[in-house]
């Protein structure tokens, strides 16, 4: 049976998007920002090593994407920045993934064109999981995401405070498949003036916030303060499973295993399945069994 359980607001990677035009800031920006989210840096690169220009001015490793930028070379970049321990990954940009050689549009295309009785439609459906799986990719990666994504540009001719005409260049809807910003915590848009207007946040400090030249010293705290507010991440559902096994065998029952839980770490849970992640590895220690205690203990000595 399903059960409800509190709604808390757990400790949480970002997920950002920087969308802008052309020398909007959206490198710069997210490069700033990751800097001021955490120390070690990943870039992934889709436009031909424009980011290593700030080479000078940010310390982070990149790989680039030249070739094809498929879903996959992007979801092989996001795991390898997994692996690689990195505390923050920008994607600059998430565009090519989608109207760049390999992306899904040339996909959904191909696809259409191997059958003439395919139409629109299925072809959709086939490339849909593609796009899906980056989007998973992107969502359950353990780091800081920023990912920036260009716009199509227009030029609009104003009025100033003069009655004198300007020109504007304004960027219209993201390249991305539509929808992509109800997946993300963060949107903002990006001007000619680098001046950031956020579009969507789920962090409330944000809403409808103007930020000029954002990065380490006025976004980044705000959202380091916004992800790091909740409480503190439960264990995994393999790991309650595995606190269950260790209780049997210490022959504890249900209300016994929660009994040891609140002594040992002074709480007062009501389930085990609310002892966080780093509370964890005290529970597992004190229901080891003595003799396997021993065991290890000699194991790490021999
Ligand atoms: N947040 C910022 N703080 C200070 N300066 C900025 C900021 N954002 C952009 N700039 C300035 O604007 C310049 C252009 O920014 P950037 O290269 O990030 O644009 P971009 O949107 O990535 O362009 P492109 O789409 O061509 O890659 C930077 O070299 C920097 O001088
Ligand atoms: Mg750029």
Redesign the pocket.
């Given at each position: 049976m399903k059960q409800f359980h509190k709604a808390t607001k757990q400790q949480s990677f970002l997920r950002m998007a920087l969308v802008?035009?052309?020398?909007?800031?959206?490198?710069?920006?997210?490069l700033?920002i990751a800097q001021g989210l955490g120390n070690r840096i990943a870039l992934i690169d889709s436009?031909r090593g424009?980011a290593a220009k700030?080479a000078g001015d940010f310390t982070f490793d990149t790989v680039e994407l030249d070739t094809s930028f498929s879903p996959s070379e992007y979801i092989e970049g996001i795991e390898a920045a997994v692996q690689g321990g990195y505390d923050v990954l920008i994607i600059?940009?998430l565009s090519h993934a989608w109207n760049d050689k390999g992306g899904i549009l040339e996909l959904h295309d191909a696809i259409a064109a191997q059958d003439k009785s395919t139409n629109d439609f299925t072809a959709w459906r086939k490339v849909t999981p593609e796009h899906n799986r980056l989007v998973d990719a992107i969502l359950r990666a353990p780091l800081h995401v920023l990912v920036?994504m260009?716009v199509k540009t227009e030029y609009l001719m104003e009025k100033d405070e003069h009655g004198k005409s300007v020109i504007h260049k304004v960027g219209l809807k993201p390249i991305q498949r539509d929808g992509i910003e109800f997946e993300l915590d963060v949107v903002g848009n990006?001007d000619e003036n680098?001046t950031?207007v956020i579009t969507k946040t789920r962090c409330k400090s944000l809403f409808q916030a103007t930020i000029h030249?954002?990065?380490e010293d006025n976004i980044a705290p705000v959202l380091k303060a916004w992800l790091t507010d909740g409480a503190a991440p439960l264990i995994s559902d393999e790991q309650s499973k595995e606190l269950w096994q260790l209780a049997k065998k210490a022959g504890l029952s249900v209300g016994g295993l929660l009994d040891l839980t609140n002594k040992t770490l002074g709480q007062a849970y009501t389930s085990p399945r609310e002892i966080t992640l780093d509370e964890f590895p005290r529970i597992v220690e004190v229901l080891q069994p003595p003799q396997e205690k021993e065991a290890e203990s000699e194991n790490a000595v021999g």
């Amino acid at each position: 049976m399903k059960q409800f359980h509190k709604a808390t607001k757990q400790q949480s990677f970002l997920r950002m998007a920087l969308v802008g035009p052309s020398g909007s800031g959206k490198t710069y920006s997210s490069l700033r920002i990751a800097q001021g989210l955490g120390n070690r840096i990943a870039l992934i690169d889709s436009e031909r090593g424009s980011a290593a220009k700030y080479a000078g001015d940010f310390t982070f490793d990149t790989v680039e994407l030249d070739t094809s930028f498929s879903p996959s070379e992007y979801i092989e970049g996001i795991e390898a920045a997994v692996q690689g321990g990195y505390d923050v990954l920008i994607i600059d940009s998430l565009s090519h993934a989608w109207n760049d050689k390999g992306g899904i549009l040339e996909l959904h295309d191909a696809i259409a064109a191997q059958d003439k009785s395919t139409n629109d439609f299925t072809a959709w459906r086939k490339v849909t999981p593609e796009h899906n799986r980056l989007v998973d990719a992107i969502l359950r990666a353990p780091l800081h995401v920023l990912v920036t994504m260009r716009v199509k540009t227009e030029y609009l001719m104003e009025k100033d405070e003069h009655g004198k005409s300007v020109i504007h260049k304004v960027g219209l809807k993201p390249i991305q498949r539509d929808g992509i910003e109800f997946e993300l915590d963060v949107v903002g848009n990006l001007d000619e003036n680098n001046t950031l207007v956020i579009t969507k946040t789920r962090c409330k400090s944000l809403f409808q916030a103007t930020i000029h030249h954002p990065g380490e010293d006025n976004i980044a705290p705000v959202l380091k303060a916004w992800l790091t507010d909740g409480a503190a991440p439960l264990i995994s559902d393999e790991q309650s499973k595995e606190l269950w096994q260790l209780a049997k065998k210490a022959g504890l029952s249900v209300g016994g295993l929660l009994d040891l839980t609140n002594k040992t770490l002074g709480q007062a849970y009501t389930s085990p399945r609310e002892i966080t992640l780093d509370e964890f590895p005290r529970i597992v220690e004190v229901l080891q069994p003595p003799q396997e205690k021993e065991a290890e203990s000699e194991n790490a000595v021999g």
